[in-house]
């Protein structure tokens, strides 16, 4: 079993800059990536970000050079920092533990960012 909390979305103006957190507890060695999506209003849940057992990393079209995905060293916790953000990245941004082999994956509640023009 694992679970996720995120922290750290709020409002902020165009151009500006915020970091989300995702704490991981639970079975840490069953989790083969950590990822961020969001979701718009009426828009569908997409990948925003995402990082593996390795470290390697994955990213959005829309977001590539904006945001930075990374982890601690014990691998608990992953940060997502935003640059640059836009209107256009509003959302509410949820961490997602991928558990394929090992049993379901883990949500978050979420975090609204608002990014205000």
């Known amino acids: 079993q694992v679970h996720v909390v995120e922290s750290g979305g709020g409002l902020v103006q165009a151009g500006g800059s915020l970091r989300l957190s995702c704490a991981a507890s639970g079975i840490i060695s069953s989790i083969n990536a950590m990822n961020w999506y969001r979701q718009a209003p009426e828009k569908q849940r997409e990948l925003v970000a995402r990082i593996n057992r390795s470290g390697s990393t994955n990213y959005a079209d829309s977001v590539l050079g904006r945001f930075t995905i990374s982890r601690d060293n014990a691998k608990t916790t992953v940060y997502l920092q935003m640059n640059r953000l836009k209107p256009e990245d509003t959302a509410v941004y949820y961490c997602?533990?991928?558990?394929?082999?090992?049993?379901?994956?883990?949500w978050g509640r979420g975090t609204q960012v608002t990014v205000s023009s």
């Open positions: 997602n533990a991928d558990r394929r082999g090992f049993g379901s994956d883990a």
